[in-house]
C-alpha cells in the first residue's frame, strides 16, 4: 500500500533559522506532491506543488521543495523561518494513474518557531 | 465565492446519537472527500465523491455513510456516534482527477461522549 512519511513529528527553531522538513513515500509510479500548511485553528492550505518539469517548485511565503524521484522525497525547505510559520506541515501524494481516493497524507510535522 | 463550507463548527454528541456533517462548496469541483484528522496520523480519507449522485469508500469508511445528491453538496452522516469518532473532520473538493489540487473547508470538530 501506499504510504507518505514525514521524518520529524515536532520541530523547533529560532527566528531566522533555516528549515527543512523531509516527505518520502513508497509508490514507484508517477506522482503529484503536495505540501499543505494548517496554522493552529485553521484549515488545510495548499503550501506548493509538484506536477511534473523543474523538480524545484516554490510555494507561497518564501517556501520551496525539491522532487528527487530517485529517493522518493519532496522536502520542503524555508531560508529563513518566521514567528508566523508556526503551524503543522502535511505532504501528500497523490498517484496519477489512478482516480479518488489514492490521495494519501503524511502523518505531519508541527513546527514551532520561537521568538 | 466562499469556497468550501461546513456546517457545523463543532458539535458534542453522546454515544449512539446520529448527526450529519454538511459540506457545501460553490467552486463547480466534481470531486468532494471527507476526511478525519487524529493527532500524529495526519488525514485519512473516509469517503470521496467524483461526481453527483457517485460516493466510494476510502481508507476508513465504517462507521460512516455520504450522500451527494447535489453537485455542491456532500453529506457525512454518523447513525451511532462512538466515541472513536471523537476528530476533526474536513471536507476538501477538488476540480477532477488530473487537477489534484484540493481546497480544504474549516472543520468540523466533533467530540462523543
Known amino acids: 500500500a501506499q504510504s507518505v512519511s514525514q521524518h520529524n513529528h515536532h520541530v523547533i527553531l529560532s527566528e531566522a533559522a533555516s528549515l527543512e522538513l523531509g516527505c518520502n513515500y513508497s509508490?514507484?509510479?508517477?506522482?503529484?506532491l503536495f505540501w499543505y500548511v494548517q496554522y493552529p485553528g485553521q484549515h488545510l492550505q495548499l503550501l506548493l506543488k509538484y506536477f511534473s518539469g523543474d523538480p524545484l517548485v516554490k510555494g507561497i511565503k518564501g517556501f520551496e521543495a525539491e522532487f528527487i524521484k530517485s529517493k522518493f522525497s519532496f522536502n520542503l525547505r524555508k531560508p529563513s523561518v518566521q514567528w508566523s510559520d508556526t503551524a503543522e506541515y502535511f505532504c501528500a501524494v497523490k498517484r496519477r494513474d489512478n482516480y479518488g481516493q489514492n490521495f494519501v497524507f503524511g502523518p505531519g510535522t508541527r513546527l514551532s518557531v520561537l521568538p | 465565492n466562499a469556497g468550501v463550507t461546513q456546517t457545523p463548527k463543532f458539535r458534542v454528541l453522546k454515544t449512539g446519537q446520529s448527526m450529519t456533517l454538511l459540506c457545501a462548496q460553490d467552486m463547480n469541483h466534481e470531486y468532494m472527500y471527507w476526511y478525519r484528522q487524529d493527532p500524529g496520523m495526519g488525514l485519512r480519507l473516509i469517503h470521496y465523491?467524483?461526481?453527483?449522485?457517485?460516493?466510494a469508500k476510502g481508507e476508513v469508511p465504517d462507521g460512516y455513510n455520504v450522500s451527494r445528491l447535489k453537485k455542491q453538496n456532500f453529506l457525512l452522516g454518523l447513525e451511532s456516534a462512538a466515541p472513536s469518532q471523537t476528530s476533526v473532520y474536513f471536507c476538501a473538493s477538488s476540480y477532477g482527477a488530473r487537477v489534484e489540487t484540493q481546497y480544504f473547508g474549516p472543520g468540523t470538530r466533533l467530540l462523543v461522549l
Open positions: 465523491s467524483v461526481g453527483e449522485g457517485t460516493t
Open positions: 509508490y514507484g509510479g508517477t506522482v503529484n
